[in-house]
């Protein structure tokens, strides 16, 4: 695969940053709309095969939907990401690896969350972290929405600890999240073997445990509760939606699978826009 051909060269201006593209592409006041599409048809033209015309129409137009997403995002990040990072040559091979899954699979291929996943790729990171999220932005399109949703779903039960908890605040983070996880809660069991077998997650047939004595020794202190029984009936007077969240869990395999790193940047990528995340907490 070549993503810089031999036509390509850079002029930079002393307030300018080159992207590498099918043509010279220059930015003062961060990467356009313009630098994202050439780019994206760029990477498609020279490394994607040619196929019939139908087919290329359909992938033509998956681009340029995907290259929407990314100048958006970049948009709204734009305080964070470091513009220079669009024209690294280990950036746009992941680029290209989003590009690619989008073009072949639309809406299929999470284009949102693939487009999240670049941007985030694109900031101020750890060696670790960019190798994580060029990884997840390889695994997140072999992924259903279903499967998606049911690793951010995994994460908030296995892995999230609100501060200062209240039975509020359990409700508030309950409500905040249903939307984006409910798809997962209910996936089939090879559905979730496919999610071990794709590396977002692992799986321990011989771990248990019961969420309820989980968040008992949790929370205990903060919501005051002197019993596991206790907690339940406060649960199911003040937190109806997490109650509900929680009785899933009771019923699943939740203590028995485990996200991996990439696992993780899926997870956090998904429920990000709801909530305040910073990957080092979990990806350091």
Known sequence: ???????????????????????????????????????CQFLIEHNFPRLQEAARLE??????DFATKISEDLRKEAAT????????????????????????????ASPELLSKLLVHR???????????LSEAVIVAPKLSKSQIAYLGYLFIMRSMKVRNASFAALERLATGVLPIVQPGLGLSGPQKLHLGYAGATSTNSFAG????????????????????????????????????????????????????????????????????????????
């Open 1 to 39: 695969m070549t993503l810089l051909g031999k036509t390509q060269g850079q002029a930079v201006g002393s307030n300018s940053t080159a992207l590498q593209a099918g043509r010279d592409i220059h930015h003062h006041q961060g990467v356009t709309h313009a630098d994202v599409l050439s780019t």
């Open 81 to 108: 990401v470091l513009v220079q990072r669009f024209s690294d040559p280990d950036v746009q091979a992941t680029m290209y690896d989003a590009v690619k899954a989008c073009a072949r699979k639309g809406a299929a």
């Open 59 to 64: 992938a033509e137009k998956n681009v340029r």
């Open 122 to 132: 694109m900031e101020d990171n750890t060696p670790f972290l960019d190798t994580v």
């Open 209 to 284: 445990g019961n969420i309820y004595d989980s968040l008992f020794e949790t929370y205990n202190h903060s919501l005051g509760t002197k019993t596991v029984d206790e907690l339940r009936g406060s649960l199911s007077m003040f937190c109806p939606v997490f109650n509900s969240l929680l009785q899933h869990a009771e019923s699943s395999e939740v203590f028995q699978t485990s996200l991996t790193s990439v696992g993780y940047a899926i997870a956090i990528t998904l429920v990000k826009p709801v909530m305040n995340l910073d990957f080092s907490t979990w990806l350091g």
